[in-house]
DNA sequence: AGCATGGTTCAAGCATATCGAACATTCGCT
DNA sequence: AGCGAATGTTCGATATGCTTGAACCATGCT
């Protein structure tokens, strides 16, 4: 088959329009360039160049061949790029898990930078809940993970912390709706983790599980019960009125929320582009 | 920078698991596929490769290579597969000139095929007007013309002629216009060859030039006019009365269209292609 | 332990791309 | 016309590097 050698001296024999100048542009003898176009129209199957005139110029034909063959080109030079830069520390993918209450607004503006062609990192983001950004994290062997009260355990120096901006909970239900602790239904999202039995932490009272954050504001709303959500959630329902904080001994908690990633695995590009959109910063990826 | 041999060898070990296997179906010996990998990584500045386990497998950039890798094989194939066709007679290029009296229809008809990307050869259409056929067709060196009253002169054997569909042409004009030879002003449609005058072919009476015969159609509707349009443009306006054939001694005339070609220039098999969409049949395609 | 499997290393041989020089051809200039 | 410059080709020599086969190492299975 045609090889890339072959076309990339057709392509300088048509941008220097000369068999000598190409070799030049090619660091080559010119009996080297006319060689290799020997070989390649041995391949085609047919005359690239017509040799009848003083100058060689092209058949119709080896300029379509050639045509089509600066795809094969571009595809070469993308290829080789992709190479260096996954050389050069960023990573193929980016795994990252995201605990379902964190805002997502940080996480999908950095999807802009992961879409741009130089970047070479996919960028694949996956939402659990409570115990689950732990499982799917281990699970996935993910590399970032978003989530609020982790605690390393013993192995503090296996994990890496940023710390990220706090997150308010507040205890809310419909007002009117009478729903509040003791009197009514307290709503909860169910651990994503597929292991974790939801009920387990009921602890005896009246729970209903549901699936996510919207869907429980969405219950709540409906004054089906009362539960904590996240206050981005929740500050126009508040302000409107739709929402109305709850009568209770703790009606508020604040978060602490980390990024966290393994120290065992260097930092790539990619992660250190994610970080810098979370605004971390001052992080700087390892050079592999 | 990476090879397309490279990347071969690197998909025949993702297809066959092996490096063994993959040597097999190359063909070569497993130092052999062993040497290209190196070179490969060699190439990317990466190792493609996780050799710590008993048998190989991709890297995670390893195999994100591969994927984008497979994109420059399909290219490659894709142009070895173009230039075989080339090599078998299929013009890059089918350039036809269209006398613009002619139904388009048939021509039309034949671009679906054209698009096929099985089908290397581009089609181009030009539409001209009386002398402005031929004089396209010699200076663009076009592959086929169509046209009506073609005279080779004196060397019939410089081209090869297939007769299409006999093209009538009725004299017309609005009813109650008028308009009629002597009475009125004849409409015609302009030679399209810019050398050619116009005026030189009006023979001492009032005639309006216009551009092409759609406009033509427009001026004999709004009764400018009397004058010559083919059948094919006035079937439907002669059954709804919006035109009439106007009383003259001659008001009809019948031409035999034909499809010439160059019998200097061996038939292609997109030439091939495109006569058998008009209908000319029995024409063999010159293998090269 | 022994063997099969999977991959690597190494030296040798062979293919092939490159070079340099000599040659043909055409164009342009004097 | 005649000469020189430029273009592309041919050809033998050279060197690079691909391929091979055999020996070697590691791992997992019986």
Redesign the interface.
Known sequence: ????DQLRVLDAIDRCASFAEAAHELHRVPSAVSYAVRQAEE????PIFDRSARKASFT??G???LE??R??LR??????A???Q???GW???LHVVVDGVLPMGPVLRAYPSFADPTV?TRLRVDVEYKQGVLRRFADASADLMLLIGFDPGEDTEAFELFELAPLRMVLVAAPGSGQAPGTGLELAVRDSSPGVDGRSFSGGREVAWLPDFHSKRTALLEGVGFGWLPEHLVTDDLAHGRLAPVEAEVAEWTYAPVVARRASVPLGKGAALFLRHLGVDGVRPEV?
């Open positions: 088959m045609l090889s890339i391949e085609a199957g047919f119709p034909a300029y379509r061949l089509e063959g795809r094969l595809e070469s030079a993308r290829l080789d992709l190479a260096a996954l050389a050069t990573e193929p993918e070479p592999v």
